[in-house]
């Protein structure tokens, strides 16, 4: 059974910066690209950025390109998403997600099978 556990959201002020964890378990976490989403109140879930399994290629939403960076350590079973230059645009529930078999990053929602339970991300003006 995957199990995807994040943490690391919390309330910063515009400008400041915060860096999501993300633990997986249950399976060989390297053989499955990796994403994070986020979900503002009354707003559709929206890609943010993914990473291949070995953490060779990434790609990102444009409106965080330049000031987010998702990694993966491998070894640790854990991708991360740092966010920099925090908007107050930016504040959303956060969401760690599992590829269902893609090695190779993607951006489609519906690529992705195994969901974290979410960890909220305030900016304040």
């Known amino acids: 059974q995957v199990q995807l556990v994040e943490s690391g959201g919390g309330l910063v002020q515009a400008g400041g910066s915060l860096r999501l964890s993300c633990a997986a378990s249950?399976?060989?976490?390297?053989?499955?690209?990796m994403g994070w989403f986020r979900q503002a109140a009354g707003k559709e879930r929206e890609f943010v950025a993914a990473i291949s399994g070995g953490g060779g290629v990434t790609g990102y939403a444009d409106s965080v390109k330049g000031r987010f960076t998702i990694s993966r350590d491998n070894a640790k079973n854990t991708v991360y998403l740092q966010m920099n230059s925090l908007k107050p645009e930016d504040t959303a529930v956060y969401y760690c997600?599992?590829?269902?078999?893609?090695?190779?990053?993607?951006?489609?929602?519906?690529?992705?099978?195994?969901w974290g339970q979410g960890t909220q991300v305030t900016v304040s003006s």
């Open positions: 997600a599992g590829a269902r078999s893609s090695y190779y990053y993607t951006r489609t929602r519906n690529e992705y099978a195994y």
């Open positions: 249950g399976r060989t976490f390297s053989m499955y690209a």
